[in-house]
């Protein structure tokens, strides 16, 4: 199957700080990535749709201004999380479809991100 | 809103058991329903649904969508611990392979 990769795989900062969390498909071109955010003993919760060459589509609730994203090329999404707060720390996880009209979507290994 | 329920949210059993996970969803413009196996990191695909009826194998385990009920079922035979994980489901609905998934099953299996 396909593979994406995010890099990098575990993260603490500090309060405040900007963290940058990047997803790559390594052997497909993904015209759409997905960012999902999976708090403990939760499932996971999309948070937006990156598109590449465009503006991204946030889901309700999610602060557009705080979670970057940029989908510079077809084989990488950024996700940058601004101004990072304690209750951001969740594991963060992409996925990426393939072309050609197949619904399967290939994850991540995610990021877990902690803010001290 | 879309909604996406499976039951139970957890199950312990013994090798060698049968388990039959449920999934039930309201999703406008629904497409497929994807299954996947979590555990401890990202999500790995399992089966991707889309015609009522018709049930998908792979090994020890199967899935079948019900498009009028809008349900799906997951079974695995002759549990492994290997098989302990959380299984989510996830409903295609709209363009640009948008899911939504559900809180998922956890299973364990017990030698």
């Known amino acids: 199957g396909a593979v994406v990769s995010q890099h990098p795989s575990r993260v603490i900062c500090k309060s405040g700080t900007s963290v940058k969390i990047e997803c790559r498909s390594l052997?497909?071109?993904?015209?759409?990535m997905f960012w999902y955010r999976q708090f403990p003993k939760q499932s996971l919760m999309l948070m937006a749709t990156s598109n590449e060459g465009s503006k991204a589509t946030y889901e309700q609730g999610v602060e557009k201004d705080k979670f970057l994203i940029n989908h510079a090329s077809l084989t990488l999404s950024t996700l940058t999380v601004t101004s990072a707060h304690p209750e951001d720390s969740s594991f963060y996880i992409c996925s990426a479809g393939t072309s050609g009209g197949d619904n399967e979507q290939f994850f991540g290994p995610g990021t877990r991100l902690t803010v001290l | 809103e879309d909604k996406v329920v499976q039951s139970p949210l957890s199950l312990v059993v013994h090798e060698g058991d049968t388990v039959t996970l449920n999934c039930s969803y309201e999703v406008t413009n629904f497409r497929s329903l994807l299954w996947y196996k979590q555990e401890k990191k990202a999500p790995t695909f399992l089966f991707m649904l889309?015609?009522?009826?018709i049930e998908k194998k792979s090994g020890r385990l199967s899935s079948i969508l019900d498009k009028k009920e809008l349900s799906s079922i997951l079974n695995i035979t002759a549990t492994q611990t290997g098989d302990s994980a959380i299984y989510l489901c996830?409903?295609?609905?709209?363009?640009?392979?948008?899911?939504?998934f559900g809180t998922g099953t956890k299973l364990q299996v017990i030698p």
């Open positions: 052997d497909f071109q993904a015209t759409t």
């Open positions: 996830a409903p295609n609905s709209g363009g640009y392979q948008k899911v939504t």
């Open positions: 889309t015609s009522s009826g």
